[in-house]
C-alpha cells in the first residue's frame, strides 16, 4: 500500500515538473481528449493563437483554433491518420483569436497507457509565417533569378553567337593579315637588300667625291701657287725700268689672259664645289627616297660620269694653261737673262766709253763731265735696243760742239772699234 502510494506521488510530482516543462517551453502544446475537448495548452500555445491566458482555454473545443473549413480539410484527416499510426507531422492551417490564419508546422503523437490504451491526444505547434514568408520570397526571388538567369542567357547565347561571328571573322581577318606579314616580311628583306645596295652606293659615291675633293684641292693649291708665282714675276717685272713700258703692257696683257684663265679655272672650282653640294643633296635624296634608289642609283652615275668628263676637261683646261704659264715664265726667265747680258755688256762698254773719253779728254778740250752725263743713262738703260746708235749720237754731238776736226777722226773709230 505504501508502495503505491509512494509511486503515485512520485508520478504526481513527475507531472508537476512535466507541466512546468511544457508550461515555460517556447514550443507550443496541447493536450486534448478525442472528443475534441482541451485539457491542457502551455502559454506558447496561448500566445501563438492571440490569448493571454491558458485557463480560458481549458474545456474548450479545438475547432476554436480552426475555421470550419480548416477542420474538414486539415484536421480531421490529420487526427484520424494520428489515431492510426500514433503520430504524424506535417503542416496544418490555424485560425488566430482575432481570425487572421497562419500556417504551422504540427507533430501530434498518441498518448497511450500502460495497458496501451489510448488516451489523449498530444500536439506540438510551430509557427512557420515568417518560414513561409521567407520560402515565398525565396521563391519569388528565385522566379526573378530564373528570369533573370534566363534573360541573360539568352543574352549571352546572343553575344556567344555575335562572339562566334566575330571569332570567325578575326581568324578570318587574322589569316589576311599571316598573308600581309609574310609579304610584308618578304617586302621588308627586299627593302633591307635594296638598302644595303643603296649604302653601298653612297659609299662609293662619298669616297668618289673625297677623291674628287682632294683633287680639286690639289688643283686649288697649284693654281694658288701659281698665282702666287705669277704675283711675284708680275711684281718684279714692275720693279724694272720704263724702258720696259712696252713689254710690260705685253706682259700685263698675257697678266690679264692668265687672269681671266685663272678666273674661269675659280669659277669651274665653284661649279665643282656646286657640283659637289650637289651630289651631297642628291645624297641625301637618296636616304630618303629608298623605293626610288635604283633610278637615282642609275641618274648618279650618270651625273658622276659628266662629272668626270667636266673635271677631265677642266684639268686638260688647267694642264694647258699650265703649260702655257710655264712656257710664259721661261720666256720671261729667257728675256731677263738676255736683257742682263746685254746690260752688263752696255756697261762694260760704258766703261771703255769713259776710259777712251778720259784719254781723248787728256789731248782736248771736250767737255767730260756732258759725255759722261750722257753716257750715264746707258748704264741703267734695261732695254738693248739701239744704244749703240744713241751711244754714238750722243757722243757726236758733243765732239762735234768742242773739237768739230776730231769728229770724223778719231771719235769715230774709237767708238767703232769699242763696239
Known sequence: MDYIITTHKQIEQTVRYLTVIAKQTREAIIVADFSGAIQFVNTAWATMHGYESCQ??????????????????DVTPFIEEVKHRGRLAGPVEHVRRNGTPFP??????????????????IGFATDITRQERIEEELRRYRRQMEELIKQQTEALEAANSRLQSQVTEHEQAGQK????????????????????????????????????????????????????????????????????????????????????????QEQAGQKLKQQTAELSAANEQLREQICESERAKDKLEEHRDKLEQRLKQQSDELTSVEAQLQDEIAKRKKEGEYSKQQSDEIKAACERLRTRIGELSAHSHIAKINVCKTIAPLETAVSLSNDEEILVHVFREN??????????AAVDKSISTEI
Request: aromatic share 4%; net charge positive.
Open 104 to 121: 504551422t508546422e504540427m507533430l501530434m503523437v498518441l498518448l497511450k497507457d500502460q495497458m496501451g490504451k489510448a488516451l489523449w491526444l
Open 177 to 264: 593579315l599571316m598573308q600581309q606579314t609574310a609579304e610584308l616580311s618578304a617586302a621588308n628583306e627586299q627593302l633591307r637588300e635594296q638598302i644595303c645596295e643603296s649604302e653601298r652606293a653612297k659609299d662609293k659615291l662619298e669616297q668618289h667625291r673625297d677623291k674628287l675633293e682632294q683633287l680639286l684641292k690639289q688643283q686649288s693649291d697649284k693654281l694658288t701657287t701659281v698665282e702666287a708665282q705669277l704675283q711675284y714675276e708680275i711684281t718684279r717685272r714692275k720693279k724694272q725700268g720704263e724702258y720696259f713700258k712696252q713689254r710690260t703692257k705685253a706682259l700685263e696683257t698675257a697678266n690679264s689672259r692668265l687672269q681671266s684663265q685663272v678666273t674661269k
Open 399 to 408: 765732239v762735234a760742239l768742242q773739237k768739230p776736226e776730231l769728229v770724223n
Open 56 to 73: 480560458e482555454l481549458i474545456g474548450k473545443q479545438i475547432n476554436v483554433f480552426h475555421t470550419k473549413e480548416q477542420m474538414k480539410t
